[in-house]
């Protein structure tokens, strides 16, 4: 493997990471109240786009980080769908 793909891996994979403690906040509160819908949904779509790119240019590290990263901001995306019907059912209860 040559520098610049090695380099490209390493940086693919500590963005990649960086997500994890969010998925695993996430879980565990059971709440992405905090965090941006439109941000989230606009990031998936870059992601998407730079997989796509790197698929064209056919650069592994680009293709495997950016699909692993769609993974993870995808599952924070489905908790914050699945947890903020459920905070707003809590908020309604307590309002009642």
């Known amino acids: 493997m040559d520098t ?5 891996f ?6 990649t990471i960086s997500f994890i403690p969010q998925v ?3 879980a565990r509160t059971r709440s992405a109240r905090d965090l941006s819908g439109p941000m989230l ?8 786009l730079w997989a796509l790119y790197g698929l ?3 650069s592994t590290p680009i293709i495997a980080a950016n699909v692993a990263t ?3 901001v995808g599952a924070i995306l489905v908790m914050k769908m699945r947890f903020n019907g ?7 209860e307590a309002r009642s």
């Open 24 to 26: 695993v906040k996430t």
């Open 4 to 8: 610049i793909t090695f380099i490209g």
């Open 86 to 92: 459920r905070e707003r059912e809590c908020t309604t």
């Open 10 to 15: 390493i940086a693919g994979g500590l963005t």
């Open 70 to 72: 769609i993974v993870l």
């Open 41 to 48: 949904l606009a990031f998936l779509i870059g992601l998407a």
């Open 56 to 58: 064209q240019v056919g």
